[in-house]
């Protein structure tokens, strides 16, 4: 109940969710050129889902991103960004949208959280040793991936409708946009995929779904980080590895994790 094997356009892909860690990740299901689909081993590591593939019942790490046991042990899956916000919010940007039934044959409700307050409270179902209390355990932030460290972004650093963050980290210059009262976080690199325009700079672009930012080129640009008008149309952002997951197990994962601070120059 926690993966969805999918087929989007010409890709494969699952799109796996923790509940124990709030972290929602989707890779390519072809693996060393075979196709395959994944399923909850019902194995955990510091809380964090270990996925299956069926075709070699190699285990994965969903945070590491990578097999852990098995067949394919330290193979890493290509990874798509994904945008997690709320139905309300993406409607507003893409009201046409389909969603995910429900009916899997399976008698669950879907609509209820599984783990009661866990979400408020600051206990864990497996605790972890030496927790990083600079935030509350289970606080939503953006984990920004690079090498063996992470950065986090916290809501409260965009709480006032879209605002556009230009940071540095690990040699490279991210734009990080998000708002609070809408619930999303992303973030990019700052050139284009095809590397002809680098250190791009955006303002926020207000009530504009799906648009969420313009650069001086007076290019607007979408949440999925792709110009969709002016003379950048059709460019697209490089992604990150970048996910929203609780705070405790960004810290468990990465033991340098570093907080974005409002006080930091943008």
């Not at 893409?94 to 307050?117: A, H, M």
């Not at 325009?197 to 672009?205: D, E, G, L, T």
């Amino acid at each position: 109940h926690e993966i969805v094997n999918a087929r989007v356009g010409d890709l494969d892909i699952a799109v796996t969710y923790c509940p124990l860690t709030g972290t929602g990740i989707s890779w390519n299901r072809e693996i060393d050129g075979q196709t395959t689909t994944f399923g909850v081993s019902g194995l955990l590591y510091k809380n964090n889902l270990i996925p299956y593939d069926r075709a070699t019942g190699s285990y994965w790490s969903q945070i590491l991103n990578q097999s852990v046991h098995g067949k394919h042990v330290r193979k890493k899956p290509e990874t798509f960004q994904l945008v997690e916000t709320t139905w309300q919010t993406w409607k507003k940007m893409y009201p046409d949208s389909k969603v995910l039934s429900t009916q899997t044959g399976f008698d669950r409700s879907y609509q209820e959280y599984p783990y009661g307050n866990y979400k408020q409270a600051s206990r864990l179902l497996f605790p972890i040793d030496d927790m990083d209390e600079r935030l509350f355990t289970k606080e939503r932030v953006l984990g920004l991936i690079g090498y063996n460290t992470v950065k986090a972004y916290r809501f409260q650093s965009f709480n006032d409708s879209i605002r556009v963050i230009h940071d540095h980290f690990v040699n490279r210059d991210h734009v990080v946009i998000g708002s609070q009262p809408d619930n999303f976080l992303v973030a990019y690199q700052r050139e284009t995929m095809d590397e002809q325009v680098k250190n791009i700079r955006f303002q926020p672009v207000q009530n504009a779904h799906p648009v969420v930012m313009a650069d001086s080129s007076g290019s607007q640009w979408n949440i999925f980080g792709e110009a969709v008008s002016g003379p950048l149309k059709g460019k697209k952002l490089k992604r990150t590895h970048s996910f929203i997951g609780f705070w405790f197990i960004w810290s468990a994962f990465f033991q340098e994790a570093v907080i974005y601070g409002d006080g930091q120059k943008d």
